[in-house]
């Protein structure tokens, strides 16, 4: 049996294919554009295992993908690759409506043809997984409740209102041709393999270099936090038990204000690798400006996937907020690697001098 994902040279993908081979002999062929987020260094532990087939390429190539499908016959298509970052959305939005709208409905065509002729038991068997992203909800204030299943799509950012019309896609691709498709909607991911262009791996990096900690506007916005492998385990439950037609929220009731998540991290730091002059990294937190049309608050109700499938992370935030940092100082050739050349032309857009 094998499995088709997509998107896995980048930070979750990578991580899920990681956490799959490590517990089951299922194969995994993997496609991936190798866009600047994607990275076969983050896949390096895979590099002698049989189970794992790297293909170049992109999602929206269909005859790249009909040719993968008739050639490994996988019984599911897991779908992670994306254009990921906000603010590269407000940069540059059109490379997200084609990797995520457009790439998206051609991914669906692909498999549809390819499901279409499979024999009937197969036919039954086969899955389709779309992994979202909790933005899609749109914007929380203080005391509204956390996102469910049932909360309307309201996306503010050019990424979320991508992501938002391709989970659209998914779902009309089931009502209207029966594809037999599962959506999952998560929150922030931390953890090993995070691009340093998002909040957690870049005020760490930056940290350890002596450079200011940006905080947009106030840096009271509230993300609700979730450990990557937490999120691998529960794609792989949802696939393996979830209702096809429905969609599955992620997250680890985590809910905390930016300005903590990195005072929480500077205080891990200066107890792993305290600054040489004594200072605490906190010191380094500099307010700039905020992100155009930010939104205030994201929040899971992760009932569902938690009663229906049984699913709970095994990490709280400061277990894994541990984890992570260590990683980070461990891996210093990785860094080293995603750091070169077009990540600082990024940074230096971004951020300014
Ligand atoms: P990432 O940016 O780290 O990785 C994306 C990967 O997709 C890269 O390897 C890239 O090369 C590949 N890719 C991009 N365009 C492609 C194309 N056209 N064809 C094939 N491959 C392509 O993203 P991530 O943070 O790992 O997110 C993975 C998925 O999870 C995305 O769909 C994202 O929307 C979703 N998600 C992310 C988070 C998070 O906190 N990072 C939370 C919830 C959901
Ligand atoms: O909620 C799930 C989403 O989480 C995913 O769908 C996205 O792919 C992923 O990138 C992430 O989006 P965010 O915009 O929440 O993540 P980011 O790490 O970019 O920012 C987290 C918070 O930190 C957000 O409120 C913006 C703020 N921030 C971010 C950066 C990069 C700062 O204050 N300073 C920064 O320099």
């Not at 690759?81 to 997200?96: K, L, Q």
Request: glycine letters at 8%.
């Amino acid at each position: 049996m094998t499995i088709l994902v997509t998107g896995c040279a980048g930070f979750i993908g990578s991580n899920f294919v990681q956490t799959w081979l490590s517990s089951s002999n299922e194969a995994v062929v993997n496609l991936d554009k190798l866009t600047y987020a994607g990275n076969l260094a983050n896949l390096d532990a895979l590099k002698d295992d049989p189970g794992h087939i790297f293909i170049r390429g992109d999602i929206g190539d269909r005859s790249l993908v009909s040719k993968l499908l008739a050639e490994h016959q996988p019984r599911a298509v897991l779908n992670f690759a994306a254009e990921s970052h906000v603010d590269r959305s407000i940069h540059g939005p059109g490379d997200f409506i084609e990797t995520n709208v457009v790439g998206t409905f051609n991914l669906l065509e692909s498999v549809r043809a390819f499901w279409q002729d499979l024999p009937p038991a197969e036919k039954e068997a086969f899955r389709f997984l779309h992994v979202s992203t909790d933005e899609v909800y749109g914007t929380l204030s203080p005391f509204d409740p956390p996102f469910a299943e049932t909360k309307n799509y309201e996306p503010n950012s050019p990424y979320s209102a991508s992501k938002a019309a391709s989970d659209h896609l998914v779902r009309a691709w089931h009502h209207t041709y029966g594809l037999p498709v599962l959506t999952t909607n998560c929150s922030n991911n931390y953890g090993p393999y995070h691009f340093p262009e998002k909040l957690i791996p870049l005020v760490l990096l930056n940290a350890l270099a002596g450079k200011p900690l940006p905080i947009y506007g106030d840096g009271q916005q509230v993300r609700d936090w979730l450990y990557v492998e937490d999120h691998c385990r529960a794609i792989a439950r949802v696939l393996e038990a979830g209702k096809v037609g429905e969609t599955y929220n992620i997250g680890g009731w985590n809910e905390k204000p930016n300005l903590e998540v990195v005072n929480t991290l500077c205080a891990v730091l200066d107890e792993l690798k305290p600054r040489l002059d004594g200072i605490r990294y906190a010191e380094q937190i500099t307010y700039v400006k905020d992100r155009p049309g930010h939104d205030r608050r994201y929040a899971i109700d992760a009932r569902k996937i938690e009663r229906d499938l049984g699913w709970k992370p095994q990490e709280t935030f400061e277990t894994g907020i541990r984890k992570t940092v260590q990683w980070y100082l461990t891996n210093q050739a990785w860094v080293e690697g995603v750091t070169s050349g077009a990540y600082r032309q990024w940074v230096g857009k971004q951020y300014g001098a």
